[in-house]
């Protein structure tokens, strides 16, 4: 575990799986498991259900008369649209109109919030927005994230929390699990049906604990934090950076990636003005220098982040997060390639260093679960 300043209460619990808690965000992370598979963990998840420990995500609570302004200047979204007890999926950029950050925001109350960011500078761009505002903004490292996504994870929670299947998609209840004080949010990172657990952290491991005791004869079993990139990459979602030209810079520019270039301009609210780089985000329209945009390979090879992609024999692109589906049979990855060729039936190679050039064919995403009926069902 190295540069680590932040501490998960299950961080026992993971080292007796295997793990050396390796850095992500601060924290250390269950990046990795000895025991365990892969494979099965992302099964789990798709198929009955899996528990993750995400507690790296930052938890930052905005409270007071200007809080909803604060969020409004900081993020794409419009804050008077959004009631207590719902949430939202925003982003944050600079004033350049290219993306920091991206986060959930759940507002609990008329002037507080509680918003969870991942590995960007989030945290800075609320509070530079909050300077002279009627607003308190807090870092809670003690709240912990615990992930618990896949089908039947409704079917474990219903039998401990009364009301938990009527939760709408991206609602939130305050509630009890197993006689302690929990926020359960119907949200995810998985594509598929799934509820976040935050509780206190001297609760923490009595919960994981008894998740995973109580729902082993329903198949819910730990999973690692990279469990996550199988389950992303088909259902088109982004990590930063591990996405973004932090990662793979360009030639001749700084980073910094545009919400158009991503994908992700449907998080600006309609007629949406006034937060941090909304001239230069309208501005950057139609002016994309690549786009995010899915491949479908050949084979069940997945090819390592970061491998070239070709086309008629001239490097075009990257690719930035690939899987194998033992699920779906399929091979796909994301990948940042150029403009012309984010459509269905472009022919391109992957050259991968280990398993040697790929067919590939560029396709939308996301490739699972295109309606997202799963992650939205009422039932």
Known sequence: MTNSWRFSALGDRHRALGSDLEDWSGMGTAWSYTSGD???EYMAIRTKAGLMDVSGLKKVHITGAGASHVIERATTRNM????????????????????????????LAPNSFMLVHGAGSGYESLTMAAEGRDVSIRFDDNTHDLSLQ?????????KH??????????????????????MISRTGYTGERGYEIFVRGQDAGEVWDRILEDGKDMGIIPCRFTTLDMLRAESYLLFFPYDNSEMYPYDNEGP???LWE?????????????????????R????????????KLEGKNAPGNGAPVFKDGKQVGVVTQAMYSPLNDWTVAIARLPVDCANNGTK?????????????????????????KRRTAKD
Not at 150 to 158: C, H, M, N, Q, R
Not at 348 to 372: N, Q, W
Request: aromatic share 12%; hydrophobic share 35%.
């Open 256 to 258: 910094g990636d545009t």
């Open 348 to 372: 391109l190679e992957v050259r991968c260093g280990t398993h040697g050039p790929i067919a590939a064919t560029s396709h939308s995403m996301p490739f699972y679960d295109i309606e997202k």
């Open 150 to 158: 896949g089908p039947a994870s409704v079917d474990f929670l219903e």
């Open 262 to 282: 991503l994908g992700l301009d449907f998080t600006v609210s309609k007629d949406k003005v006034g937060f941090r780089g909304a001239e230069e985000h309208y």
């Open 161 to 182: 929390v009364p009301g938990i299947r009527q939760l709408p998609y991206f609602a939130h209840m305050q509630t009890s699990l197993f006689g302690k004080p929990v």
């Open 80 to 107: 008077e649209k959004l009631m207590p007890g719902r949430s939202v999926y925003a982003t944050m950029l600079n004033e350049q109109g290219k993306f920091i950050d991206d986060c959930v925001i759940y507002r």
């Open 284 to 295: 950057r329209k139609g002016k994309e220098r690549f786009k995010i945009w899915g491949l």
């Open 38 to 40: 892969p494979d099965a």
